[in-house]
Antibody, heavy 118, light 107 residues
Framework: QVQLVESGGGVTHPGTSLSLSCESI????????MHWVRQAPGKGLEWVAV????????TYVDSVRGRFTISRDNPKKSVYLQMNSLTVNDTGIYYC???????????WGQGTLVAVSP | EIVLTQSPGTLSLSPGERGTLSCRAS???????LAWYQQKSGQAPRLLIY???RRATDIPHRFSGSGSGTDFTLTITRLEPEDSAVYYC?????????FGQGTKVEI
């Protein structure tokens, strides 16, 4: 059974940094592109970033480009999201998502809450 | 950026009825890279349909997807109380990958 376990969320203030981690269990991790998707309180889903299965390419939504960095460690079967210069608009649940390619977002973690409050 | 517009906003139906959810894209979705997700209250989303019409693993046959180009549909036949949730469409043909705003289904 596949599990994605996020950690690192919390409450912080504007302008600060947070680092999220996601560990995969039961997944052939090297075969999957990995994403972060977020959801503001009471709102819809927003794709944030992707890192390809071999770590060779990363892509970001415009609103976080230059502030967030996605990375992965394949031997540790983990993906990370370094978030700098946080704003209140970054508040939400951050989901780690695995994508086998062509079959959409197959596996989702339970999410970790990031709250940025003045 | 491909904008996805879902309708209706809310769908209120009785058990056993048929639900039809629509997703319209602002431009053609390449290779029908269109997915549908179900999100129940307090839970992470779950993949239902990918490639516009392919059911994901362990998804009941009462869920079906159709469409191509810019118009896509999720159909839920014989609704059950457990189908109460918000349903999102998503295009994964080009970045930024985008989601529709969601359709809330009330049973």
């Amino acid at each position: 059974q596949v599990q994605l376990v996020e950690s690192g969320g919390g409450v912080t203030h504007p302008g600060t940094s947070l680092s999220l981690s996601c560990e995969s269990i039961g997944l052939i991790f090297n075969d999957y592109d990995m994403h972060w998707v977020r959801q503001a309180p009471g709102k819809g889903l927003e794709w944030v970033a992707v890192i390809r299965h071999d770590g060779g390419k990363t892509t970001y939504v415009d609103s976080v480009r230059g502030r967030f960095t996605i990375s992965r460690d394949n031997p540790k079967k983990s993906v990370y999201l370094q978030m700098n210069s946080l704003t209140v608009n970054d508040t939400g649940i951050y989901y780690c998502v695995a994508d086998a390619g062509g079959s959409a977002f197959d596996h989702w973690g339970q999410g970790t809450l990031v709250a940025v409050s003045p | 950026e491909i904008v996805l517009t879902q309708s209706p906003g809310t769908l209120s139906l009785s058990p056993g009825e048929r639900g039809t959810l629509s997703c319209r894209a602002s431009q053609s979705v390449r290779s029908s890279y269109l997915a549908w997700y179900q999100q129940k209250s307090g839970q992470a989303p779950r993949l239902l349909i990918y490639g516009a019409s392919r059911r994901a693993t362990d998804i009941p046959h009462r869920f079906s997807g159709s469409g191509s180009g810019t118009d896509f549909t999720l159909t839920i036949t014989r609704l059950e109380p457990e189908d109460s949730a918000v349903y999102y469409c998503q295009q994964y043909s080009q970045t930024p990958y985008t989601f529709g705003q969601g359709t809330k289904v009330e049973i």
